[in-house]
């Protein structure tokens, strides 16, 4: 029984050793035991990540930007240079499990926190609609929706406020 992604992000039920072997390997890996290829892969290509946030010193709350960092290629949704991403924005955080475990701005759709909480795939993401195209088709990624942080004074960055990073879409 090969089992897809119910699209709702719940964990899926508990399975015998037999169905385990057929499932997917985000709901039968953590993410300390993937591979390379399956860490990258669970990446949606939202870019939501890559979006700027700004924190309330007083309160710690956390609010999105619509400016996103000067290497994200808006209508791909991919860095132009993810080699090299955190020699070129020394504020890149990378994300590895530790990561994803504390950061507290990674937003409910990311696929990295999703498995992080024992939660499955939405069905937008690839890996279960079998199609890169769905995450923008979903209104998940945000392209066409952002201004480089290079055209973007710091002291301006409160004019884009927005809060739709944190809102998942209907099917």
């Known amino acids: 029984m090969a089992v897809q992604g119910n699209g709702d992000g719940a964990a899926p039920p508990a399975l015998d050793a037999g ?5 997917p390997f985000w709901k039968t890996k953590t993410l300390d035991a993937m591979t390379t290829e399956e860490w990258e892969s669970l990446c949606d290509g939202c870019a939501r990540c890559c ?7 007083d309160t710690g709350e956390i609010v999105w930007t619509a400016i996103a960092c000067e290497l994200l290629d808006d209508e791909s949704c991919r860095c132009s240079d993810y080699p090299n ?3 070129r924005v020394p504020d890149c955080i990378p994300l590895d499990p530790d990561a ?6 990674l ?7 999703l498995v992080s909480e024992g939660r499955d795939l939405y ?3 690839p890996l279960v609609s079998g199609d890169a195209e769905t995450v923008h088709e979903a209104g998940i990624s945000v392209t066409g929706r952002t201004v480089s942080e ?3 004074p710091v002291e301006e960055y409160e004019d884009f406020i927005v809060t ?3 809102e998942l879409p209907e099917r």
Do not use: F
Not at 19 to 23: G, P, T
Not at 100 to 105: G, I, M
Not at 107 to 113: G, H, I, K, N
């Open 107 to 113: 937003p409910a759709s990311c696929a990295y926190r």
């Open 164 to 166: 739709w990073p944190g």
């Open 51 to 57: 979006l700027n946030k700004l924190e309330d010193w």
């Open 150 to 152: 290079a055209d973007i």
């Open 19 to 23: 169905d385990a072997a057929s499932l």
């Open 85 to 87: 991403r955190t020699t």
């Open 100 to 105: 994803v475990r504390s950061l507290t701005w």
């Open 123 to 125: 069905w937008w993401h």
